[in-house]
């Protein structure tokens, strides 16, 4: 299992390195295929399109390849992707590379999130705070690289060095072993007959394992995952332009606000899993998002560079445990559905990481700079609303005898 997780931490430091290597660069790059920042919010959202297609389709890959075949086709088409990305091919050619991008991290994320939920039995939410860990490392390192890349106008090789990490961790996952969980990694959905034995109806339920007014629950938290990996993307994609345009900063500097954002981030996970278990899951979660909502509401009106540098700080302290705190709630929400409510939430996060970063690409060309950063402060106000009704729902379930520990 430790080695499981280890070589699962690298493939999300890999992912956090692929999520923002676009935005970290995304000005220059921009520039230098004389397009706005609607083209970069197009591409931003071909990238997570091709997220979503990863997520969707990891289930049928991993039934026809097994989980682990799965990971290296996923790490593979990633591997690719970064590659094609540093010739710079014509515009057009870009969108179909961020799909492939995308599918590649997109389904890397699924697969490893769904064994982690569902081989971890305690601890769910530290297990799960460490691969954060690791992908919020990634996205810090990665703009932190870019800047100097920037400056000295090689900024392309930030996509072979998301190359480089991809190669290192698909060698791994190819000569890997992992014990007794080994024969899950490679399984495949090869017993047809028994699957045939099983009734309609039993199968039926495997499709859909919601029950009642799980479905109410289940339609929560996929608003909420669409909204926060929407948020988060947004930010962290069109935070340097924010700066250039808001605090005339320049474009190798503003890069640099990103990676505070992630030292933030990896900071805030390296407890946040610790302290999700011991104040409860639903606390940590209405607590964060609150104090999204306040930073990200008082954002546009900071005009001084090392005020909006502290907000961004603690922005990533803040939001830092978010996604995989209320990735292990909404499982544990919903006993039974383990196999298929991550899938569903990292999913939901896709859409909402294709579709805010679209709209922010274009407000930033049609409205204010303060106005674009005040669309974030209403992203996390509806957050902070179903984390309320999140609150309220789980506070029901306890009043029936369930535990209250979530």
Known sequence: ????????????????????????????????????????????????????????????LNRRFGKRGGILIAT?????????????????????????AGFGFGMIEAVIGTIIIGAVTEGTAIAMSRLEVLFGIGALVMPLIASPLIAAGAWRLAFL?????????????????????????????????ADNSQSSSSRSNKKFPYKGKQWILLGIFIVFFFLYVGTEMSLVNFMPAIFIAKLGMTESAAALTVTFFWLAMSTGRLFAGVIAEKISYRVYILSSCLLTLL?????????????????ILLLGLFMSGIFSIALVFSSKMLPGTEESTPSIMIASGGVGGALLPLFMGWSMDHLEVAQTAGLLAAFAAFLFLLSIAAWRFQSMQAVKGKSSRI
């Not at 072993?177 to 047809?192: K, P, T, Y």
């Not at 930073?295 to 907000?311: E, K, Y």
Request: net charge neutral.
């Open 295 to 311: 930073l990200l509401t008082l954002f546009p009106f900071t005009d001084n560079r090392m005020a909006a540098f502290i907000v």
């Open 1 to 60: 299992m430790k080695k499981l997780i280890w070589i699962g931490c690298l493939s999300y430091f890999v992912i956090g390195l692929a999520h923002v290597v676009l935005g970290s660069i995304l000005p220059v790059l921009l520039q230098h295929y004389d397009q706005n920042y609607s083209a970069g919010g197009e591409l931003i959202f071909s990238q997570f399109a091709g997220f979503l297609a990863g997520v969707l389709v990891s289930p049928l």
């Open 161 to 193: 060095i998301v190359a480089a990490f991809s190669l290192i961790s698909l060698i791994l996952w190819t000569r890997g072993h992992f014990g007794n969980l080994q024969q899950m990694l490679d399984e495949r959905a090869s017993v047809q007959g």
């Open 76 to 100: 593979s088409l990633l591997l690719v992707a970064e590659i094609a990305y540093a010739f710079l091919p014509p515009w057009g050619w870009m969108y179909v590379i961020a799909v492939a």
